[in-house]
């Protein structure tokens, strides 16, 4: 049950006994409580009847009746405002959650329907940076999200083992690297293997004669040179292990996992199907689809020389998750400076008569305060880096509140505390906006942050347990205050939220959402007593409170935010 939504149709059904038709949406929220919580403007309407705004207001609000959800009309300035009978919504939400509890807020809007969301597709023979991370927290999130929509969800991985990034580094290897100067370790390993990256790059800029070597290593590469297949094979592996070190850390999954090197062994039977359609030529020996009559330039899809370029593998994989997979909706979380690129590929598709529901969702890359990260200029945070520096600060700062604790036990909650810190930082802005990332404030427990989230339930949780079990029966019309309703009313909006993250693949208002809740709650519990209120109030409120818990905790599960018992 979406009440929110109940309660906006019953002030259309209230407009509505009086000739008065809007929709839902055309509601407004006032800008303060004490005016109302839902305002209809009503400029247009007045214009139509050639009076001024406010006197239409009076007159409307003088003629309407309070409905079971709302206990108050009246008008103010050019709006008729709507008051939530605050006891009745209060009642009956809390009711709610606290029957559905995890599932509190889920739907099945998704009527089954399939989708597959690729996310993640980190490159091989690179290092995995903190800009990967933002991919791998919205992807993990939508994937959950629209499960508790209803949806059937296919968690997907395209891992980029090919092209020209695998010849630098696999050139640097066997010209600069002695085979016993190799790590041992697979997570070193794999760290190693993007070092080796960084280096070539490095190397390759020095000299164009390295370009040219680097361009026939690859080139022999992909005509199955075994020697270098070899070396492929095993420091693909490297970076394959130390990916998925990563996502079990994160409890990241994924159902299927695509390869860019698969995908390529099509590469010669997509060109010959390609031949056929007038948009795709030949130039000067490459492979290109001209697609300027669609305004959307070129892409070259074979080099001169034969070798795939990345949408010659983006063809065949495209129609295979459909075909194979039995999907309706195809969504691909990329990067935004993809944005022309899956236009022009998801264009070729249609051009070919491939017409399905393909959605690019695009984010903002990730900076840190001192610049741009790119793993080809080498000003590089890596994943393990930042990870590291937040795991030795939060271990630091439990030790400090936990004299007692074990070192285990010590080190188990301090992972958690960096696990939300950097999923919520990762999470916090919406996917459009460029984010900054800051390990200060990622882990500070009174901001904006996974860790102050993780406190507000440990918060409540201590005050559950010291309430023990209730006697006395809730009495919400003693839920008055200002704090109160605001919190009732965080509580009625959570359904729309999620609703909201799946329409805009974006699950940063789920954060703010959530962090705003935990704010509201804070603010009450400094304000008002709980455990030392007056019997009535006294279980309304711990009711209230554990209603509050429930959906910081749904949320937080959604969002892959580790739940602390206690910090
Ligand atoms: N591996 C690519 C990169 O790191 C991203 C792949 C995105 N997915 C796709 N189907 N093209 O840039």
Known sequence: MNLNAKIKEQIVAILKKEQIKIKADDLEIPPSEEM???????????????????????????????????????AVGPYVNFTIDYEKAAQLTIAEILKQKNKYGQSKAGKAQRVMIEFSQPNTHKELHIGHLRNICIGAALVNLYRASGYKVIAANYIGDTGAHVAKTLWYLQNYVNQTDYPAGRRELGEFLGQSYTAAVKKIKENEAYQEQAQELLKKLESGDPELTKLWQQTRQWSLDLFNEVYQELGVEFDVVFYESEEEKQSSKMSALLLKYPFIKKSQGALIADLNEYNLGVLVLLRKDGTALYGIKDLPLAIKKFKKYKISRSIYLIDIRQSQYLKQIFKILQLMGFNKEMIHVPYEFVQLKSGIISSRSGNVITYEEVKEAALNKAIEETQKRHPLWSDIKIKEVSLKIVMAALRFGMLKNSNDKILTFDLESALDTAGFSGPYLQYTVARMNSVLKKAGKQKIKADYKKLQANAEKTLIKDLLAYPEILAAVISSNDPAALSQYLYKLAQDFNAFYHELPVLKAEPEIRSSRLLLLKSINQVINNGMELLGLPVLEEM
């Open 36 to 74: 109302g919580d839902f305002g209809l403007p009503l400029f247009n309407l007045s214009k139509e009847l050639k009076k001024s705004p406010a006197t239409v207001a009076k007159e409307i609000a003088a003629k309407l009746t309070v409905g079971e959800l709302i206990a108050q009309v009246k």
